[in-house]
């Protein structure tokens, strides 16, 4: 079974995240930064996302240790902090989309779908 790790102690979030992951795929929920690495070293995920104030951890750290050891599993950030600032620091960490809170459910949907086409293309 292909799975979507969800790094998030935000509800709302975590039930938007939810409601738009494709059935044939199995999510992992985790809510803190350790579960998150722990999570992306689990040789089936097909898509980690990952919110940036997760707790356990300052959330750029995590993605930069989650980057290096699964570089080719796409990798999406949500954050509710709308610095420009941030989402450059974010994107320059080679992530494949930067979302911003509130989440809108159509554009959650068509993201995941597409990093989860991106991650199907590098299957062995």
């Known amino acids: 079974m292909c799975c979507v790790l969800v790094a998030s102690t935000d509800k709302k979030a975590k039930e938007?995240?939810?409601r738009c992951i494709p059935k044939d795929y199995s999510p992992k929920v985790v809510e803190d930064s350790s579960?998150?690495?722990l999570g992306a070293l689990?040789?089936?995920v097909d898509l980690i996302i990952i919110d940036l104030e997760i707790k356990g951890g300052f959330g750029l750290e995590t993605i930069d240790i989650?980057?290096?050891s699964?570089?080719?599993v796409p990798l999406v950030v949500i954050s509710g902090n709308s610095s420009i600032d941030t989402g450059r620091e974010v994107?320059?960490?080679g992530v494949f989309y930067y979302l911003l809170k509130p989440l809108n459910k159509k554009e959650v949907?068509?993201?995941i779908e597409n990093?989860?086409?991106r991650s199907d293309g590098r299957r062995p």
């Open 16 to 18: 938007c995240l939810l």
């Open 35 to 37: 579960g998150a690495v």
């Open 42 to 44: 689990d040789e089936k």
């Open 66 to 68: 989650i980057k290096k």
């Open 70 to 72: 699964k570089p080719t």
């Open 91 to 93: 994107m320059e960490r």
């Open 109 to 111: 949907k068509e993201v």
């Open 115 to 117: 990093a989860l086409k």
